[in-house]
């Protein structure tokens, strides 16, 4: 029987319970699916569960580069909510179905020229992906299948495990600092933990992107693999995790990440007046509207 400590964090947006139903296979049409998979989808988001093994993949579908957006923060959280919640359900693999992107962060456009009110709703809903992620009981992998700067990154961070593909054009990290903003601090506690103090405190001041061997040398992911093995790969670690008992392996994740989880928690709602407040100002709206201006311009 799966226990944690952290089944239902106080202050969640979606309470644990009543899913909604899930799509079932037999419901597609013949030949699509394999009986043993169940799968459902929204307008950024893709999910199918191989129950004869209790693993889901997670495939984000939002172009061009899976921005967080609030819409897509909010399927984010119901999908990990539905997951939770099934039975069948044991492990999780993140990727992208997005050609060379994993995820672009936190999508600029909800953190420029909107209101007050926006800006707090926006920054619960990346607070609550970050809870429902790091406090999850199933494994969770990433398979990093592209680029993944920023809130693209912290997605790979919170999981259990991190696979990136090899492949020169593409990057990973906290790059906060280079948009003129600050990474709060369970950005930076979910860093830590992975790299340790001095890479981290090195990588952030810097807002460094870093290359795949580097990120790998660093510790930021576990392992490299040639694009046509990530799935494999991917679908071997979360096997070997699964092969633990589940409430052992619940447990320690529990005890691993308790103090950054409640951290977090005794801190959200301040945590929220903080980035409202700090988003709101002007030098801060005008840096990320030349970082937008600076991304365009780079494509012509
Ligand atoms: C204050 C408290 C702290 C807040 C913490 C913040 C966390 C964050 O996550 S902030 C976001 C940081 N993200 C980035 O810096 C990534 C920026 N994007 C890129 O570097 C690249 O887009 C890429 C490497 C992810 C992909 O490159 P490429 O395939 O060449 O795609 P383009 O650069 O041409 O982008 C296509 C299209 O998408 C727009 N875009 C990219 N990223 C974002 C984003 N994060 N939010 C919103 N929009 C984004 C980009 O402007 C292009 O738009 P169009 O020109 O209109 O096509």
């Not at 079932?24 to 199918?48: D, M, T, Y």
């Not at 119901?78 to 993140?94: F, P, Q, T, V, W």
């Not at 909800?110 to 607070?127: D, I, T």
């Not at 280079?178 to 807002?207: C, M, N």
Request: with cysteine; proline share 6%; hydrophobic share 40%.
């Amino acid at each position: 029987m799966p226990v944690s400590l952290y089944a239902s964090p106080p202050g969640v947006l979606f309470p644990r319970g009543s899913p909604q139903e899930w799509g079932q296979a037999a419901r597609q049409p013949p030949g699509l699916l394999p009986a043993q998979c169940r799968a459902f989808s929204n307008n950024k988001i893709l999910v199918e569960l191989d129950t004869s093994s209790g693993v889901a993949t997670m495939k984000f579908k939002s172009p061009p580069v899976n921005s967080l957006s609030l819409d897509f923060l909010t399927e984010f959280c119901i999908s990990l909510e539905k997951l939770e919640n099934d039975r069948a359900c044991r492990g999780l693999i993140i990727t992208s179905a997005v050609p060379r992107v994993f995820s672009s962060g936190l999508d600029i456009n909800e953190m420029c020229g909107k209101s007050r009110e926006h800006y707090a709703e926006f920054w619960r809903a990346v607070q609550e992906m970050w809870i429902r992620l790091y406090s999850s009981n199933m494994v969770t992998v990433a398979a990093i299948n592209g680029s993944s700067p920023a809130g693209g990154c912290l997605i790979a961070l919170t999981c259990d495990y991190r696979i990136m593909v090899e492949n020169p054009k593409y990057i990973i990290g906290l790059n906060e600092a280079q948009l003129g903003i600050v990474a709060p601090f369970w950005f930076k506690d979910t860093f830590v933990k992975a790299v340790g103090h001095r890479v981290a405190e090195r990588s952030l001041q810097l807002g460094l992107l870093h290359s795949v061997p580097e990120a790998h040398r660093i510790g930021l992911v576990d392992e490299v693999v040639p694009e046509e093995k990530l799935q494999e790969k991917a679908a071997a670690v979360v096997a070997q995790w699964l092969a633990l008992p589940d409430h052992a392996r619940q447990l320690t994740k529990s005890m691993m990440r308790k103090a950054v989880l409640d951290h977090m928690l005794a801190h959200r709602e301040e945590d929220i007046q903080n980035f409202v407040n700090f988003i709101s100002k002007d030098s801060i709206q005008k840096s990320l509207s030349m970082y937008m201006e600076m991304l365009k311009k780079k494509k012509s």
